[in-house]
């Protein structure tokens, strides 16, 4: 794509511009967490130079200028996903958090002993342990369906395992571990047709495509700030308003009320039941700043050069002799995770370092994944929209290099 | 190429990841210890052979990158013939080395060992140097976690 802004977007990065062990740094990490742009930066700290107080308080002109700016913010992620109000936008500290407020509280209120909670087999801890946490807590049953060895979900298991019982299906939208995209659509569909609420875990995929909430019609979507070029510690859990309105408040404290004597309390209503305390304000601003710049290159353009790099780098890999491809599945984000005959991912990460390639050599908060594909660990390149093809050519070059060294 | 990690990937541990030593099963094991990193997916099981506080063999299974292969490899030849208080001696000063002040390393007792020095210089990877020699201490120290064969 010769239209996409590609010099200008890695110009407006500057942690880009330096050089790693005197090499040119090659950021190829952006599944864990992705770079900040000089805007998002810039968000931050003219906040804290100009328009910092506590929000929703006080009546001065600071308190209203950070309110302003942090329900801007509010704003800026409802239009973004396309939610119907601000109302269904709360923020969190990430889509960790987020799915925990889930089931400490939606789940609690509606899924009792006996009951089932269905996950797939690609999930992140993130969207496993929690459920794991509730089930051991109210005897509920974890569901589990499983994926192929291209690390697709089998959606025919899948549907199988939507019971009576189920009282929640939670996917992840976008695979960390091996890039799969979930037919997320189908599994909506079939989860409604027998009324069963759908929490999508997009902290994945919220950084490589549009996301557009009502036309998925999932009840929930929750995501993390730091892949979405945002400051890290901040994320968004979106739901549906009528699922808010009737669901238990998450903390208590300041903000989150609207009356309190010592015999009740009268709990504030959506978005604010769910964010007792004072916000992380000045990260928030940095999410609306990151979703600003997103907006104005596009994600649709965004999606397509991904898919570029994504396919350039799959063909380069292909052809390294040794090297094995962990998830190909037909529906992929910009993630290539691989093992190389007889080295381990440890050392693939240690001799790339010392070429300045970062990526990332682990399970990848992916245990079940690693067991099902039989090995301990993956090497990750994870690509963002600053990535270039010469990037690429730079990393498959260091694989070559460390395959002649380990000999 | 790799000019900058010579001092980390020195050929001995090359050479003990291609050819790892003492990597066996041990029927007649003593003491058998598993020991993992979870943070690295690195397993191995350690076994020993034990006359009195001699332990006259040593060998290993499992899969970990090159520094912890070619660390327990080493770490099986090093402790044939050695006393558990001597093999605890040289758990301290191998531990000394990868993570504590230079000055305070025996290098004569540490011998071919020296070349895992270099992990003191890559925090992410001290654990993988370090891995065979905890799963040795467990060995040594908690018996309730080692099994017996007779």
Known sequence: MTTFPIEKIRADFPILKQKIRNKPLVYLDNAATCQKPQVVIDSISHLYMHEYANVHRGVHTLSMKATDRYEGAREKVKDFINASSTKEIIFVRGATEAINLIASTFAKANINKGDEILITAMEHHSNIVPWQMFCEQTGAVLKVAPINLQGELIYEQFEKLISDKTKLVSVVHMSNALGTINPVKKIIAAAKAKNIPVLLDGAQAIPHMSVDVQQLDCDFYVFSGHKLYAPAGIGVLYGKQALLEAMPPYQGGGDMIRKVTFEETEYNTLPYKFEAGTPSIADVVGLGAAIDYLVEIGMDNIAAYEAELLDYATEKASKIEGLRIIGEAKEKGAILSFVLDKIHPHDIGTMLDSLGIAIRAGHHCAMPVMDFFEVPATARASFAMYNTKEEIDVLMSGIEQLIEVFG | ?150
Not at chain 2, 3 to 8: E, F, I, P, S, V
Request: hydrophobic share 40%; with cysteine.
């Open chain 2, 1 to 150: 190429m790799f000019d900058d990690l010579r001092d980390l990937y020195q050929e001995v541990i090359f050479d003990h990841n291609r050819n790892p030593r003492n990597f066996r099963v041990m029927e007649n094991a003593d003491r058998k210890v598993e020991g993992f990193n979870p943070l690295c997916g690195d397993r191995l099981t350690l076994f020993l052979k034990m006359n009195g506080d001699e332990i006259v063999d040593a060998s290993f299974q499992g899969s970990g990158c090159a520094i912890s292969t070619a660390s327990v490899s080493l770490m099986t030849e090093i402790v044939k013939g050695k006393t558990e208080a001597e093999a605890d001696a040289l758990f301290k000063q191998f531990h000394e080395m990868t993570t504590g002040k230079e000055d305070n390393i025996d290098l004569e007792a540490i011998g071919k060992l020296a070349v895992l020095a270099g992990v003191r210089e890559y925090p992410a990877r001290v654990k993988c140097a370090t891995l065979a020699w905890h799963t040795l201490d467990a060995a040594l120290k908690n018996e309730a976690n080692s099994i017996s064969t007779e």
